[in-house]
Nanobody, 123 residues
Framework: QVQLVESGGGSVQSGGSLRLSCAASGYTYCMGWFRQAPGKEREGVAAMRGDGTTTYADSVKGRFTISQDNAKHTLYLQMNSLKPEDTAMYYC????????????????????WGQGTQVTVSS
């Protein structure tokens, strides 16, 4: 069983930055960040595989960077140039087996989820 604990959310002004962290217990191979805004469906933001392959949603390319510290079993999401439309609950997700890159941002491919951390961006 894998447990995921997110942290690092908060409130920032437009153009600001935040770094989210997701501490994992147990073995994971693919991990990702997903977000859900009020009244909207959960969507993939960024994900990576154990071999370092990463993928990003078009809406965050060039602004967000996903990374992981294997020694600390922690996944990060560096979010720069934040916009009000980035406001959402952000969730960390993981699975213990591989996925092709084109499936990394599909939420139904992940079976472990954290509780989420809120990000609010004001204009």
């Amino acid at each position: 069983q894998v447990q995921l604990v997110e942290s690092g959310g908060g409130s920032v002004q437009s153009g600001g930055s935040l770094r989210l962290s997701c501490a994992a217990s147990g073995y994971t191979y693919c991990m990702g960040w997903f977000r859900q805004a009020p009244g909207k469906e959960r969507e993939g933001v960024a994900a990576m595989r154990g071999d370092g392959t990463t993928t990003y949603a078009d809406s965050v390319k060039g602004r967000f960077t996903i990374s992981q510290d294997n020694a600390k079993h922690t996944l990060y999401l560096q979010m720069n140039s934040l916009k009000p439309e980035d406001t959402a609950m952000y969730y960390c997700a993981a699975r213990s087996s591989g996925l092709p890159p084109w499936l990394l941002l599909q939420l139904n491919n992940y079976n472990y989820w954290g509780q989420g951390t809120q990000v609010t961006v004001s204009s």
